[in-house]
């Protein structure tokens, strides 16, 4: 595997998890609503921060994937 692979890799990783611990905390957010607190605004911040950082994660997937099928193509 090469380093810049395993970066994109590596880095895609760091990104899906950061999205899964903010997604969590909006499981929190809505417990929060539960008790008539106001949490719209921090809801609608931490979903598109979520969002941002899964969009990172697949766009460093794909780049990733893009280089092992131009590897492959160049093996054959």
Do not use: K, Q
């Amino acid at each position: 595997m090469s380093a810049g692979r395993a970066t994109l890799l590596n880095r895609s990783i760091v990104y899906s998890t950061v999205s899964a611990i903010i997604t969590a905390l909006l499981i929190i957010a809505f417990a929060s609503a539960m008790l008539r607190m106001a949490h719209e605004y921090g809801v609608a911040i931490l979903f598109i921060v979520a969002l941002v950082f899964f969009i990172l994660s697949l766009v460093n997937l794909a780049r990733g994937t893009r280089i092992v099928l131009h590897d492959f193509d160049h093996h054959l």
